[in-house]
């Protein structure tokens, strides 16, 4: 195999699917990015797979002798990220055992205008193949919806890995909407976009009665998709959706995703939000979170708690943070308030980080009680839902 292509292509691409190479690998040949090199399309393939995520890209170069042949991934990005922009020269040759101390190996050499490197590779049908959805029609949708999704929801999904199925993001597609959500039980998240490709109907044979497909992801290959595509498409760009069989595969241009999906019921979020409110407030979003980072700076890290104090009379909310360690804080700002007053009480991280992935300036929050959920919408812009449940005040 020998390939001649620029540094920038090849160490941008590799730093791509390197994101999916374990970092305790199960079998040695896992801690390799696979590289395929086609003359007849002159272009070069490079493949990372820890058998739960997999990513493969492509891209153009001079191919002079086709092959393929597996890498040390950290490796190879550490040398191709330091090399000067240029051409770089990349060839393989069998190394015998008197050649290769330690034994017999591969040995790869790159070779840019700066110099000449030597690495060691194992063999391309040691590495494992990518799984393949067959005769199944893809399901279109457009990056922006995609992206818009993702990025609404995926701060709200679970680090605990015992719950395994709240680790993910729960994509619902119907025929005319993508819905997105995300909960680590403390908190929701729910992002609707509109879907502008009609899913095929021979996808709907099996599905659900309210003629919908579900279908949940882990949130490290959906946060490897949020990434690539904001990176890699323009917002207009359709990505083809292929899944079956425990597996699904999001393609677009040259790049290629694809990711177990998770076993288990996902919770019926949708009844946890309420659909009457005695109370609302209209606030402006970045004044709120502008003033809770403030005052977060006081927050004890042992509760984390920011009370709330809504007083309607006044037109104001008054947000509140006290730590016996280290002291308090207090700031008040305007709001429409429509309802009775209440003090009520959050872990300060869980309403930043909903805060912020609220798109528009204006919100409003609408809740009953000081222990019932507690609802946060947008006025304009995205439909997204970012349910929070209040903590309860210690007197």
């Given at each position: 195999m020998k390939l001649v292509c620029s540094q920038s292509d090849l160490s941008t691409n590799l730093s791509i699917?390197?994101?999916?190479?374990?970092?305790?690998?199960?079998?040695?040949?896992?801690?390799?990015?696979?590289?395929?090199?086609?003359?007849?399309?002159?272009?070069v393939s490079l493949t990372a797979f820890d058998l739960s995520l997999g990513i493969r890209t492509t891209f153009r170069a001079e191919v002079i002798q086709s092959g393929a042949i597996a890498l040390p991934a950290r490796l190879l990005v550490d040398i191709t990220s330091r090399l000067p922009e240029g051409e770089?020269?990349?060839?393989?040759?069998?190394?015998?055992?008197?050649?290769?101390?330690g034994g017999e190996?591969?040995?790869?050499?790159?070779?840019?205008?700066?110099?000449?490197?030597?690495?060691?590779?194992?063999g391309a049908q040691e590495y494992p193949e990518l799984p393949i959805i067959e005769n199944i029609e893809a399901i279109h949708l457009t990056a922006a919806a995609l992206i818009e999704g993702l990025r609404g929801c995926l701060f709200a999904t679970s680090s605990d890995e015992t719950k395994q199925v709240l680790?993910?993001?729960?994509?619902?597609?119907?025929?005319?909407?993508?819905?997105?959500?995300?909960?680590?039980?403390?908190?929701?998240?729910?992002?609707?976009?509109?879907?502008?490709?009609?899913?095929?109907?021979?996808?709907?044979?099996?599905?659900?009665?309210?003629?919908?497909?579900?279908?949940?992801?882990?949130?490290?290959?959906?946060?490897?998709?949020?990434?690539?595509?904001?990176?890699?498409?323009?917002?207009?760009?359709?990505?083809?959706?292929?899944?079956?069989?425990g597996q699904i595969v999001f393609q677009w241009q040259n790049q290629r995703l694809t990711s177990r999906i998770l076993e288990g019921q996902y919770p019926a979020y949708r009844l946890l939000i309420p659909r009457q409110f005695e109370r609302q407030l209209t606030l402006d979003r970045k004044q709120l979170v502008s003033t809770l980072e403030r005052i977060a700076v006081l927050a004890d890290q042992k509760n984390n708690i920011v009370k709330i104090s809504i007083d309607g009379d006044a037109g104001e909310i008054t947000l509140s943070v006290e730590s016996q360690d280290v002291g308090s804080g207090i700031e008040s700002m305007p709001a429409q308030i429509s309802g009775?007053?209440?003090?009520?009480?959050?872990?300060?991280?869980?309403?930043?980080?909903?805060?912020?992935?609220?798109?528009?300036?204006?919100?409003?929050?609408?809740?009953?009680?000081?222990?019932t959920p507690v609802i946060f919408t947008p006025l304009s812009g995205l439909k997204m839902t970012y349910l929070a449940m209040p903590v309860q005040l210690r007197n």
């Amino acid at each position: 195999m020998k390939l001649v292509c620029s540094q920038s292509d090849l160490s941008t691409n590799l730093s791509i699917v390197s994101r999916a190479v374990p970092s305790r690998p199960t079998h040695p040949v896992l801690a390799n990015v696979l590289l395929q090199a086609d003359a007849e399309t002159n272009s070069v393939s490079l493949t990372a797979f820890d058998l739960s995520l997999g990513i493969r890209t492509t891209f153009r170069a001079e191919v002079i002798q086709s092959g393929a042949i597996a890498l040390p991934a950290r490796l190879l990005v550490d040398i191709t990220s330091r090399l000067p922009e240029g051409e770089i020269t990349l060839e393989d040759e069998s190394a015998s055992i008197a050649e290769t101390p330690g034994g017999e190996g591969i040995i790869v050499t790159l070779t840019p205008k700066s110099g000449r490197y030597q690495l060691r590779a194992m063999g391309a049908q040691e590495y494992p193949e990518l799984p393949i959805i067959e005769n199944i029609e893809a399901i279109h949708l457009t990056a922006a919806a995609l992206i818009e999704g993702l990025r609404g929801c995926l701060f709200a999904t679970s680090s605990d890995e015992t719950k395994q199925v709240l680790t993910g993001v729960h994509l619902t597609l119907k025929q005319d909407a993508l819905e997105f959500a995300a909960t680590d039980g403390h908190r929701l998240a729910v992002v609707e976009t509109t879907n502008e490709s009609a899913i095929p109907a021979a996808h709907f044979v099996n599905a659900s009665s309210e003629n919908q497909l579900e279908v949940t992801v882990p949130n490290r290959a959906m946060r490897e998709l949020e990434r690539m595509l904001a990176h890699s498409s323009s917002e207009e760009e359709t990505v083809a959706l292929y899944f079956d069989q425990g597996q699904i595969v999001f393609q677009w241009q040259n790049q290629r995703l694809t990711s177990r999906i998770l076993e288990g019921q996902y919770p019926a979020y949708r009844l946890l939000i309420p659909r009457q409110f005695e109370r609302q407030l209209t606030l402006d979003r970045k004044q709120l979170v502008s003033t809770l980072e403030r005052i977060a700076v006081l927050a004890d890290q042992k509760n984390n708690i920011v009370k709330i104090s809504i007083d309607g009379d006044a037109g104001e909310i008054t947000l509140s943070v006290e730590s016996q360690d280290v002291g308090s804080g207090i700031e008040s700002m305007p709001a429409q308030i429509s309802g009775e007053d209440i003090d009520i009480a959050f872990n300060i991280k869980y309403l930043m980080e909903g805060l912020k992935a609220l798109p528009s300036q204006e919100i409003q929050m609408q809740l009953n009680g000081n222990l019932t959920p507690v609802i946060f919408t947008p006025l304009s812009g995205l439909k997204m839902t970012y349910l929070a449940m209040p903590v309860q005040l210690r007197n």
